[in-house]
């Protein structure tokens, strides 16, 4: 008896707490935190970084296997894999999530921009001989990548080798830590919905080749102020899955 009390006691994942994280993953989707082909974190990983229950997770995701935006795989290599980026019923969560912590995004993001600017004119002056190298090969990287998943990918990898360039790992710390504070649940640039996405990427390209020349050249006032405004692409991504949810920005 007393083990079947134990159980009856024992505290399962509120309703509450469930649709809040099914919101939160639903938009972190939406957005292209996580792109079609992506598999999330682990269970566990994602119940430490998000602070909520293994049980809360499951939840969650067997609502987003259900709605067809994720798959489960068993056995080695298996996991929680996107399927699809917006659904029917995306647009409700996007629009709470969203809408909820509106301003401190807005400003979170302006925040972001600033640092970028910082860190890129930091590369411009500390870059040496390697710095070089590696920023012109991240750079063709990103060219070659294909759209979507594979060019979220190697935008990361070129951003990491800027932070690398400034040789400022405490800038680089902060500006980590204000990314995934920016993130919905992961802290990862966001690539949009699949209509503008090509668009999106071309227009990065064109950063990209401006921000690498100017750090490399050593023109830190061209790379800070590229930087700032190729970061900002973040907040126009939000901005246009608000939109698309059907709120008025």
């Not at 995701?61 to 980026?85: A, C, H, K, P």
């Not at 019923?89 to 925040?111: H, I, M």
């Not at 064109?206 to 190729?230: F, K, P």
Request: charged share 25%; aromatic share 4%; with cysteine.
């Amino acid at each position: 008896m007393t083990s079947v009390r134990n159980a009856l006691n024992t505290p399962l994942a509120s309703q509450s707490r469930i649709d809040e994280l099914t919101d939160r993953l639903v938009t972190a989707i939406a957005i292209g935190e996580y792109l079609p082909g992506s598999k999330l974190p682990s269970e566990r990983d994602l119940a430490a970084s998000l602070k909520v229950g293994r049980m809360t997770v499951r939840a969650a995701i067997g609502r987003l296997v259900d709605r067809g935006l994720l798959e489960t795989q068993r056995g080695r290599g298996g996991g929680s894999f996107v399927t699809e980026q917006w659904s029917e019923t995306s647009a409700t969560a996007v629009q709470r999530t969203l809408s909820a912590k509106w301003g401190s995004l807005r400003d979170s993001c302006e925040a972001v921009s600033r640092l970028h600017g910082t860190i890129s004119r930091a590369a411009a002056e500390n870059r040496d001989d390697a710095d070089v190298a590696a920023l012109r090969a991240r750079l063709e990287g990103f060219r070659d990548a294909a759209s979507g998943l594979e060019s979220q990918k190697a935008d990361e990898l070129l951003h990491l080798a800027i932070f690398a360039a400034s040789h400022s790992d405490t800038l680089t710390a902060v500006l980590l830590e204000l990314e995934s504070a920016v993130s919905i649940v992961a802290p990862a640039h966001l690539w949009g919905a699949p209509d503008g996405m090509q668009e999106m990427e071309a227009r990065a390209l064109a950063d990209h080749e401006q921000l690498v020349s100017a750090i490399c050249e050593g023109r830190a006032d061209d790379a800070s102020r590229i930087a700032r405004q190729h970061a900002r692409i973040d907040f126009e991504l939000l901005e246009a899955a608000l939109r698309k949810s059907g709120v008025t920005v």
